[in-house]
């Protein structure tokens, strides 16, 4: 059976909601009942919309949850001794931040003031804060030193300085560029290191002057931290394992590192081709990297916790022939997820309400003046009339957090869903 009859069910034999079971996306938390209905854990996604109105977020936390503690499992499995900061640039809502805070899993990462006083306010002690931004001001460095017990780790040499000078003495961490980047597919864009210069962290050809300016200043350096791209799967682990191969090298000339943090890069399946990442076979990387070097492994997951807990609920606003392409269109636009436009990681549209009849392939758009505005096309739907909820899934991360009022189109309700 292709990846298109999976989508595009025959009605003989078969109910659709039995068919559509056997999707990529379907799991017990997210799937269609025997009415045909879908359904995030126990909420009925179309009666919802149809309550709070649409475009509207909704993310399952205890999806997000479960998914923190087969992080742990895997690591613990592997003898890694380790913890995990959330990534909160993936999402930042404070209903969500707040419910991880009282969890008690994960602390925060963040990299702005704004977003660390942002993780404070919901409850993140600060003693369970990674800091890594790039391209501070000296005002982002000065508000960052009045907080004595956050972990720091300064990106560049000059952000490295400015933190000596205010405060000689402490421990810090450094950001380092491995030179090697990693990402979803091979997708350049989502990599944050690689041949091409890159404004991330500190290059190990300049580590001789980064000890010197923490000589200077009486610093410590305790953690090396490094972010090499975002969404990998097991297809890429071996680019994972260049990356850390690369981090020791750091590691031989640093003696007083503590913890090495790798920081986020998780990834998730975006379509019936991609395979969930295998955690056991991801710490078992980790664990070789560092075997014997008695280190702390710092993670900073994101679009691994939130992406694929989260839905953006929208409504057709019209359906039309234009040149032999069926355009559908919805009434929440790129600015409301952007990745699919910008980073050519799609949101699958599923109807709410699975209704019998044939299928039809559809160009879905949204509702901004932008030719990007388009959230996928030749895509297999089951029947569909104007009102009807379109589910638009994988819009747990970096959906509502990059969010723009383009076009004055950025209204959108948020919901947390506790079952």
């Known amino acids: 059976m292709s990846d298109t009859d999976l989508l ?10 039995q068919e559509i079971s056997k999707t990529w996306w379907n799991r017990p938390d997210l799937s269609y009942d025997e009415s045909g209905r879908l359904k995030l854990g126990a909420c009925d996604l179309d009666a919802l919309a149809r309550r709070f109105g ?10 997000v949850v479960e998914k923190l ?5 895997a690591l613990d499995a592997a003898g890694v001794t380790h913890r995990i900061y959330y990534a909160i640039k993936a999402n930042r809502t404070v209903q969500l931040l707040t419910y991880l805070a009282g969890q008690g899993l994960c602390g925060a990462d963040v990299c702005s003031p704004e977003e660390m006083r942002h993780a404070i306010s919901c409850g993140f002690p600060e003693d369970q804060i990674s800091f890594t931004g790039t391209s501070l001001s000296a005002t982002d460095i000065e508000q960052i030193s009045r907080f004595s017990d956050l972990s720091f780790n300064p990106d560049s040499l000059n952000a490295l300085k400015k933190i000596g000078k205010l405060k000689p003495g402490s421990e810090v961490g450094i950001r380092i560029n491995p030179d090697i980047g990693i990402g979803y597919a091979g997708n350049d864009m989502l990599q944050y290191s690689g ?23 009486g610093l410590k350096i305790v ?3 490094f972010h090499a791209g975002c969404g990998y799967l097991d297809r890429e682990l071996s ?16 003696p007083d590192v503590r913890e090495v943090n790798i920081g ?27 075997e014997g070097r008695n280190l702390t492994i710092a993670i900073e997951p994101g679009d691994f916790l939130v992406k694929d807990s989260g839905i953006l609920l929208t409504s057709v606003t019209y359906q039309e022939t234009r040149k032999s392409v069926e355009y559908l269109g919805l009434d929440a636009g790129f600015n409301l997820a952007m990745e699919p436009a910008f980073y050519s990681l799609p949101c699958e549209p599923v109807c709410a309400v699975m209704k019998p009849g044939d299928w039809t392939n559809y160009t879905l758009v949204g509702n901004v003046n932008e030719a990007l505005d388009k959230w996928a096309e030749n895509h297999p739907m089951s029947p569909v009339d104007e009102g009807d909820i379109v589910a638009l899934l994988n819009a747990g991360g970096y959906a509502s957090s990059m969010r723009s009022s383009h076009c004055m189109r950025g209204d959108v309700r948020e919901v947390l869903l506790l079952e």
Do not use: C, M
């Open 8 to 17: 595009s069910p025959s009605l003989e034999g078969e109910t659709p909601h």
């Open 223 to 225: 953690r090396i931290h």
């Open 264 to 290: 986020g890069g998780l990834g998730v399946p975006h379509n019936a081709n991609d395979k969930s990442l295998d955690l056991d076979k991801w710490a078992s990387v980790i664990a070789n990297a560092f």
């Open 239 to 254: 680019q994972l394992s260049r990356v850390l191969d690369v981090s020791r090298k750091f590691l031989d000339q640093l």
């Open 195 to 217: 041949n091409a210069p890159t404004k991330f962290g500190i290059y190990l050809d300049r580590i001789a002057e980064a000890k010197e300016i923490a000589k200077t200043y």
């Open 54 to 63: 649409t475009p509207t977020y909704v993310i399952r936390a205890p999806r």
């Open 69 to 73: 503690k087969q992080i742990h499992a």
